[in-house]
Structures are given as structure tokens and as C-alpha cells.
């Protein structure tokens, strides 16, 4: 028996319940990969909704999603199963009042041989402009879609779910997959105004199937007006090690 003379923090306990790390990540609008979230079409079986867990705006199927995003299992993993080539994205409208400073976590599990490709966007439709996370070849690049910053991280190689992190803050852009992290300084601000945050796709269009791949999505957070990853406020350092926090065991 191992005993410890002292009391543990919040969400030591190994277990990946959301409860554990949910106080940490208040202000988060988070859609996380549980059966209880995630309400499905009766006929297809496809995702018709996926509620974030603890109030925020839902997450539904874009107008090229016609039945297409199910639900995916892999061992214990549970999220939203995309399919190459194929659009079965999910959007949760105006999920950012102000994109100008923003972050988005996703969790991921790519199956071996494929890639991820498009894991989300944060769209700012009227500003004309979006940022994306995409996974190619090993590569794992954030970048906007009028070019202003990219960074780019390397994948570890390796059959296991995966955590990434993404933050804006005015003309700056940030990358973080474990240990690793890349920044990028922009000209001009990158995004602002009002943003739709799109889960597996890009935007409404039902072209660029290219950019449509085959991850297993675990996990969504959206932080509006928090840039984390550029922030050493004790609230955001809380954020990011409870996002890691979940990650460790919900990956055990």
C-alpha cells in the first residue's frame, strides 16, 4: 500500500473524468468525446449534435455534412470519426466574439498510415480570413488562410492520441504539441471580429476535400479572448496544465 501524508491537487486522481479539470478550464467552451455529448441522427447514426460539457454554444453539422460525421471508437477513445475526402465536419457559430485573441486545444488519435489533415478552424467569416490546424505527413502546421504566420511542429510517430495547442493574440500565432512549441510574429494582426470555430473542416464550402482527413476528434476546447500559450496569468498557466492533465489520463 503506498500512503501519502498530504492532500493531492485537483484532478490527481487517475481518472479522465472531465469533473476532475473542469474548475481549471472554466471559461472554456469544451465538446468533449462522450456518448452523453454527442446526440445522433435515429436513421444514419450520424453526429447531429455534439454539446459542449458544461454550456456553450453546440457544435452542429455544416451544410456539406449530410449524414456523413459518426461517432468513431478506438479501444477506450470516443469523439467525432472523420473520414478522408470526405466533409463530416461539425461548427459551433460565433463561438469567439472576438477572434483577435483566441485559443484552441484539440485532442486527436490518427490512425497509422493516415492523416489528420483539417482538425479545426477558427473562421472569421466577415474579416475574411481563418485559422486552421492541420496534420500532413508527420507535420502538424497552424497558419492562417491569407498567409500572414505559419509554424509548423513534427508529430511524434507513434499510435496514441495526441494534444495540440493553438493560441492568437493580435499578430502573433503559437504552437504547442508536448514539449515543443513554435511562434510565429505577423505584420499585421491575424484574425478579428466574430468567429466560428469548425471541428474536422475548414468552412462551409463542399470543395477543398483535399484538406479532409481521417482523425478520430477526442476533444475541442475553445478559450475566447484568452490567448494561453501567450499568457503567464496564474489562471491560463492553470488552463494549460489541466489540458495536459486530462490528456495524461485520458490517454492511460
Known amino acids: 500500500?503506498?500512503?501519502?501524508?498530504?492532500?493531492?491537487?485537483?484532478?490527481?486522481?487517475?481518472s479522465?473524468?472531465?469533473g476532475a479539470v473542469s474548475s481549471a478550464l472554466k471559461g472554456a467552451h469544451w465538446w468533449h468525446g462522450a456518448e452523453a455529448q454527442m446526440e445522433q441522427d435515429p436513421g444514419t447514426g450520424a453526429v447531429s449534435l455534439w454539446r459542449?460539457?458544461?454550456?456553450g454554444p453546440p457544435a452542429e453539422p455544416t451544410e456539406p455534412n449530410t449524414g456523413n460525421g459518426q461517432i468513431g471508437e478506438v479501444d477506450d477513445l470516443f469523439g467525432l470519426q472523420c473520414r478522408a475526402g470526405i466533409h463530416c465536419g461539425v461548427v459551433a457559430e460565433d463561438g469567439a466574439p472576438d477572434a483577435t485573441t483566441a485559443t484552441v486545444a484539440v485532442r486527436f488519435?490518427?490512425?497509422?498510415?493516415?492523416?489528420?489533415?483539417?482538425?479545426?478552424?477558427?473562421?472569421?467569416?466577415?474579416?475574411?480570413?481563418?485559422?486552421?490546424?492541420?496534420e500532413t505527413g508527420g507535420v502538424l502546421t497552424a497558419k492562417d488562410d491569407q498567409g500572414r504566420a505559419?509554424?509548423?511542429?513534427?508529430?511524434?510517430?507513434?499510435?496514441?492520441?495526441?494534444?495540440?495547442?493553438?493560441?492568437?493574440?493580435?499578430?502573433?500565432?503559437?504552437?504547442?504539441?508536448?514539449?515543443?512549441?513554435?511562434?510565429?510574429?505577423?505584420?499585421?494582426?491575424?484574425?478579428?471580429?466574430?468567429?466560428?470555430?469548425?471541428?474536422?473542416c475548414r468552412n462551409q464550402r463542399p470543395r477543398l476535400l483535399k484538406t479532409l482527413g481521417a482523425a478520430l476528434i477526442l476533444d475541442v476546447w475553445l478559450f475566447p479572448g484568452r490567448a494561453l500559450l501567450h499568457s503567464g496569468a496564474p489562471a491560463d498557466t492553470r488552463a494549460l496544465a489541466a489540458l495536459k492533465r486530462h490528456h495524461l489520463w485520458a490517454a492511460a
Open 1 to 14: 500500500m503506498l500512503e501519502l501524508d498530504g492532500n493531492l491537487p485537483p484532478g490527481a486522481l487517475c
Open 16 to 18: 479522465a473524468h472531465p
Open 52 to 55: 459542449t460539457y458544461a454550456g
Open 109 to 134: 488519435y490518427t490512425p497509422p498510415g493516415e492523416d489528420a489533415r483539417t482538425l479545426f478552424a477558427l473562421n472569421a467569416t466577415r474579416a475574411g480570413n481563418y485559422v486552421f490546424l492541420s
Open 150 to 200: 505559419s509554424v509548423e511542429l513534427a508529430c511524434p510517430d507513434r499510435d496514441a492520441p495526441r494534444l495540440a495547442v493553438v493560441s492568437l493574440y493580435g499578430d502573433r500565432l503559437a504552437l504547442a504539441l508536448g514539449p515543443n512549441r513554435a511562434d510565429a510574429h505577423a505584420k499585421e494582426g491575424i484574425l478579428g471580429g466574430t468567429a466560428s470555430l469548425f471541428i474536422g
